[in-house]
């Protein structure tokens, strides 16, 4: 099996953890801002015009990037809402029993969003292995949200920097939901250095995809991202 179809597979395994039966009971479409009368124009045009709608929060905003694919960019749409099936949030939806939640990598702690991105000791370690990659100094926030902004602006560089921070973001995240994956499915455990040369190779295969004029080498992308931006 190529290595694209077992990431695929596992995207669809994570998809079908949401899946709760239920006997005799029917699916039907839910309108969330008015479950309980449904769709209507009326309620539409007020939720359109009402005032007391929440601006979108900035780190939303950032989850869009032209160099990231749509699925990665739904995900993290997904994580900043605390949607993924992390085990806590499975234990909540009734899926898996509460003595399953705890962490893949074996901690000893519930498996959150928070801490499986921020604070678990053995994935949230990427984090400060980057940072050091890109020559950046910094701090993690300990709210997702904050993380990605923070990230994206941890320098005073110019739209270039940020967009370019922004994207390792993403794929950092998206690096460690698959990790994730496989070694809850396969039992297949990479150590953290490995998962920074992933994003390393992917982050410039992300960047030639959308440049045809992108052609630095792997060992000079790998030792100055920068400098091969042109960014100082």
Known sequence: ??????????????????????VNVS???????????????RGSYHLLITKDIP??????????HNQVSLKVSIFAWRLLRDGLPTKSNLVHRGV??????????DCGFVETTHHLFLSCITYSSLWPLVRHWLGIIGVDSNVIADHFLQFVHLTSGGKAKR??????????????????????????????????DKVKYMSLVWMKAKKAAFRFDTDR???????CLGIT
């Open 96 to 105: 898996i029993p509460s003595e399953a939640s705890t962490c893949v990598s």
């Open 163 to 196: 967009s370019f921070l922004q994207l390792i973001w993403l794929l950092c995240v998206w690096v460690l939901w698959n990790e994730r994956n496989y070694k809850l499915f396969n039992n297949v455990v990479t150590l953290i250095p490995r998962l920074l």
């Open 221 to 227: 992308w790998c030792s100055s991202p920068f400098q």
């Open 27 to 41: 699916d039907r479409w839910v309108w969330m801002p008015d479950p309980f009368e449904g769709y209507s124009i």
């Open 1 to 22: 099996m190529w290595a694209w179809e077992e990431e695929e597979l596992e995207e669809c395994r994570t998809l079908l953890l949401y899946v709760s039966l239920h």
């Open 55 to 64: 601006l979108a929060d900035p780190a939303t905003s950032l989850i869009w």
